[in-house]
């Protein structure tokens, strides 16, 4: 029997990103994923600005910038248009480059199995990790003392027992971890059956160079789609694509003509060579709880949902930063346990938020913008309502998820994932990077623990002396001001526990904010 503190359920990116966390924190994580290598399908490639801090504060962030595969003049969004892909009818979406000010590092975009390489990479200089590739799940028990994980070869007959203090099911939607440990998961009713293709096609970007500049990708919504998306991406530039869309219920490999499929959706015939072709069920899915006892759960084993919009694997990246550092904490006996509550508690509000404010919200937008419109029906209104349409698509600059009215953050409210971007330093939020006068920023200042900023604030600096955070002082003067507080406590995650001008016991901040 082998023992650890952490064992991971699932190496995709959510469990190699939390494996690293830990590991980084010295804890010792097995990983146990039944692949050898990652899988070549081109989904996840959207990466936000706050992945990239996530993927910077793991170490890796040069590496994953050289591993992209579309040349970095490619713009990062996308185009929506009427009817199929090739229209006379389409927009500019996405425009997530508009809240770069707010984040430390710019996004970027390549296929999942390349983050997933270049996270494997990493894990692999950390000694801490041990990785069990080629290994399936196979059984989860606990008691109050710890869990034990039974696991048994992929391709082979051997079987082994692991033991550890936590366990985290990052196995993805279908999660047999979930399962194992008792949690259930309550689903909206978007069961639509889904077609993933892949394939290879010069001419289609050939065509679409003739049409509009280049994008990386594009989403048709169509009056038969019933809001869904035909939903067309690039993986490089000029030969290869990823295709989702609804097919009717009960379609399989045998009765799909995918080509055919694919010059409907497109408009027109052209040439392609299809190298994938797959099925999933469209859903939204949220665990009604992530965590019983000392089993936890991670990414989309925690919640699933359409990719619309990038918050699939954007989100479970959160989910490894957020149960990480107090995993970690826990483990190193720097607070209580009751800490790890907190981890239910603001990322599964966050996810319902990002469920119903965002994703689902966009299908009943368009489901509602094609019932009333039709270029058949009235094409002059039709235009004029397309047209206005992309003002209402910058809604996407509300995403940003907070912890407002945690338990571990001062003040009220309620977690939530619409916000808007904003330079001041409010509890539970995300804290933007501004300015120091060393010529560093504060997100390059942040330690890897608690920072506590303080801005011509010497008595609440001396307070925290004494205490385990990176302390940083400075003027309260230049792009600092608009913090609008003298004083700020960050987490290791880099979002805001408490901001103020002022505080009586610095001590009891950091007690609240370790859910002491
Ligand atoms: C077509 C498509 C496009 C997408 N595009 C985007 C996008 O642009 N942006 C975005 O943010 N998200 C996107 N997503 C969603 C994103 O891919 C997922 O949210 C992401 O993969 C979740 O990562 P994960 O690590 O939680 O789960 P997964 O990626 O599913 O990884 C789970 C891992 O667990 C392993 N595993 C499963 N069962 C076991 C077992 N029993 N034993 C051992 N190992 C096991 C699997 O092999 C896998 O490696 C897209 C999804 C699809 C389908």
């Given at each position: 029997m082998t023992s650890f503190d952490v064992i991971i359920v699932g190496g995709g990116p959510v469990g190699m990103g939390l494996a690293i966390e830990l590991g980084q924190r010295g804890a010792n994580v097995a990983v146990v994923e039944r692949y050898e290598q990652p899988q070549r399908?081109?989904?996840?490639?959207n990466l936000t600005q706050r992945t990239l801090e996530s993927i910077a504060a793991w170490g890796c962030e040069p590496e994953l910038r050289a591993a992209r595969v579309v040349p970095r003049g490619v713009a990062n969004g996308g185009l929506v248009t009427y009817g199929a892909l090739l229209s006379d009818y389409h927009y500019d979406w996405f425009p997530r480059e508009k809240v770069q000010p707010f984040y430390g590092q710019a996004l970027d975009r390549l296929p999942q199995y390349e983050t997933e390489r270049v996270l494997r990479a990493r894990a692999a200089e950390i000694p801490e990790i041990t990785t069990f590739y080629g290994w399936s799940f196979a059984g989860l028990s606990q008691n109050d003392d710890g869990v034990t994980v039974e696991i048994a070869e992929y391709k082979g007959e051997a079987h082994k027992t692991l033991e550890a203090a936590y366990a985290v099911g990052c196995d993805g939607s279908r999660s047999a971890f979930r399962d194992a440990a008792g949690i259930t998961q309550t689903m909206s009713d978007h069961d639509r059956r889904m077609a993933l293709l892949v394939f290879n096609s010069t001419e289609l970007h050939r065509l679409l160079g003739e049409r509009y500049e280049e994008r990386s990708f594009y989403n048709a919504i169509s009056p038969d789609l019933n809001g869904y998306w035909l939903f067309l991406g690039r993986v490089d530039l000029g030969r290869e694509w990823f295709f989702h869309a609804p097919v009717p219920e009960g379609t399989t490999e045998d009765c799909f003509d995918a080509e055919a499929f694919m010059h409907r959706a497109v408009g027109q015939e052209f040439d392609l060579e299809i190298t994938h072709k797959g099925f999933w069920d469209l859903r939204v899915a949220l665990a009604d709880s992530y965590r019983v006892g000392r089993a936890f759960v991670a990414g989309d084993a925690a919640h699933s949902h359409p990719p619309y919009g990038g918050y699939g694997i954007n989100t479970g990246f959160e989910d490894a930063r957020n149960l990480g550092w107090k995993l970690a904490a826990v483990l190193q006996g720097k607070t209580v346990p009751g800490l790890l509550d907190s981890y239910d508690a603001e990322r599964r509000p966050v996810f319902a938020s990002t469920a119903r404010d965002f994703i689902e919200k966009f299908i009943e937008e368009d489901r509602a913008f094609l019932e009333e419109y039709s270029l058949e029906k009235d094409e002059v209104a039709f235009a004029k309502a397309w047209f206005a349409r992309p003002e209402g698509s910058s809604e996407i600059v509300k995403f940003e998820p907070n912890y407002e009215g945690s338990p571990i953050v001062a003040g009220d409210g309620q977690p939530s994932a619409m916000g808007d971007h904003r330079f001041e330093a409010r509890a539970g939020h995300h804290l933007a990077p501004r300015a120091l006068r060393d010529g560093r920023t504060t997100y390059e200042a942040l330690g890897d623990g608690f920072t506590f900023f303080a801005f011509d604030a010497p008595e609440l600096a001396s307070a925290m002396s004494e205490l385990p955070v990176t302390i940083v002082t400075d003027s309260y003067d230049g792009e600092r001001r608009d913090y609008a507080a003298r004083a700020i406590l960050v987490r290791p995650d880099g979002f805001v526990a408490w901001a103020g001008d002022s505080c009586d016991d610095p001590a009891a901040l950091l007690k609240m904010a370790t859910g002491a």
């Open positions: 399908v081109p989904k996840g490639q």
